[in-house]
């Protein structure tokens, strides 16, 4: 894996968010893989999956594309928008849901597919991007 997801590269598609990344570069030439998040989260074999094409491109646009066949290959799945809300963030991947008058979020590293989300509820969606860059600002700072 790269230094980082391009998550500011990243496409909703189905139920999953495909997460583009530089795989290698070789010769000045980048080389992207993919990785995948599932609406689903961990009862999805799709959930955190590494390149399950097994393809790679050296655009980004070729590795959407070879992502999004390969999961047209696989079980039709409609997706809820789930990955509607989603902002990157000094390279942090900050998704928010809403519930009812609840909003919450997933929070995903640089450079790691793993929800490292405080558990908080809030009221809005504002709130919650406010409370989110507050803490990456104040971690920096440390």
Not at 44 to 58: T, V
Not at 91 to 105: D, E, G, P, T, W
Request: some cysteine; aromatic content about 14%.
């Amino acid at each position: 894996m790269s230094e980082r997801f391009l998550y500011e590269k990243s496409v909703a598609y189905q139920e999953c968010l495909i997460i583009p990344f530089v795989f290698r570069c070789i010769d000045s030439q980048n080389i992207y893989s993919y990785s995948l998040l599932s609406e689903q989260g961990y009862t999805s074999i799709l959930h955190q999956a590494e390149n399950p094409a097994r393809l790679y491109s050296n655009e980004l646009q070729g590795i959407v594309a070879i992502a999004k066949q390969h999961l047209d290959s696989q079980i039709i799945l409609e997706g809820s928008h789930y990955f509607q809300q989603r902002y990157t963030y000094h390279h942090n991947l900050i998704v928010i849901h809403q519930q009812a008058n609840k909003c919450f979020y997933d929070h995903y590293a640089p450079n790691k597919l793993v929800n490292i989300a405080a558990p908080k509820v809030f009221s809005c969606p504002s709130d919650c991007i406010a409370w989110v860059k507050w803490g990456l600002q104040r971690s920096q700072n440390n």
